[in-house]
């Protein structure tokens, strides 16, 4: 069986950018604030994120369109990972403050640091999905 490379950069690159990230987030947090909520977050973000990685793989969708997709499904996600620290806000504070006290800042756990990072994201989706449009 011979593997194609490329494909294979671009799928395990791919894996590793977005899944990584989220998955340590998600367990992260949610050993900090001692809610499964973010477990199920983390799961569920990453089990649309490595389908849809797929299904762009196998329909042969560019890198600026497969980037811009994936970019606007982790905005998505992190917004409402903000709605997750929203709801979950003083516990998160308390377990990160007793837990990781030198590394604690008020903007690490604050919902307004993941509405930025989805606003940031939804920037460069949307961007690289016009950029994939005017290649076509």
């Known amino acids: ?3 194609d490379r490329p494909l294979a950069r671009r799928w395990y690159g791919g894996l590793a950018a977005g899944l990584l990230p989220v998955l340590l987030l998600g367990f992260g947090y949610s050993a900090l604030a001692d ?3 973010f477990v ?4 569920a973000l990453a089990t649309v ?5 797929r299904h762009g793989l196998a329909a042969g969708w560019g890198d600026a369109r497969l980037a811009g997709a994936l970019a606007l499904l982790l905005a998505a996600g992190f917004a409402g990972f903000a709605l997750l620290e ?3 806000g003083e516990i998160l504070d308390l377990g990160f403050r007793a837990l990781l006290p030198d590394l604690y800042q008020p903007a690490t756990t604050a919902p307004a640091t993941a509405f930025v ?12 999905l016009l950029l994939s449009r005017r290649r076509v």
Do not use: E, K, P, S
């Open 1 to 3: 069986m011979d593997i």
């Open 35 to 37: 809610r499964l909520a």
């Open 40 to 43: 199920y977050w983390a799961l």
């Open 49 to 53: 994120y490595t389908l849809l990685l």
């Open 86 to 88: 929203q709801a979950h």
């Open 117 to 128: 990072v989805a606003l940031a994201l939804g920037l460069a989706g949307a961007a690289a």
